[in-house]
């Protein structure tokens, strides 16, 4: 299983970026999928989930009501919509695959991660 991630790069603060992630090699339908993020010097950190059908996200604190998870699951792809971004939001992102039901926060939960894709907020 591959995930592509993209759709990083600099924005100023206040500014919008969506990321994508594009799942090859397995069965996208089934999987939970996450967004962590991983600032310089920090830990990786969650950021958002999508159940496998869509039907459920959960969010970070700092993400919530400011960037939304969705999938497309024909395309295989899961997307993250970040509005309203700060510099602190600056990081690289990774997706991430949950092979199982349900959602979880956890790194060590995930079976299959992307690259990562790096999105720089100035202020």
């Known amino acids: 299983v591959q995930l592509q991630a993209s759709g990083g790069g600099l924005v100023q603060a206040g500014g919008s970026l969506r990321l994508s992630c594009v799942v090859s090699?397995?069965?996208?339908?089934?999987?939970?999928m996450a967004w962590f993020r991983q600032a310089p010097g920090k830990d990786r950190e969650f950021v958002a989930h999508?159940?496998?059908?869509?039907?459920?996200?959960y969010y970070s604190a700092s993400a919530k009501g400011r960037f939304t998870i969705s999938r497309d699951n024909p395309k295989n792809t899961v997307y993250l919509q970040m509005n309203s971004l700060k510099p602190e939001d600056t990081a690289v992102y990774f997706c991430?695959?949950?092979?199982?039901?349900?959602?979880?926060?956890?790194?060590?939960?995930?079976?299959?991660w992307g690259q990562g894709t790096l999105v720089t907020v100035s202020s």
């Open positions: 991430a695959a949950l092979a199982r039901r349900g959602y979880s926060t956890k790194t060590y939960d995930f079976t299959y």
């Open positions: 090699g397995g069965t996208f339908s089934a999987y939970g």
């Open positions: 999508c159940t496998y059908n869509g039907v459920s996200t």
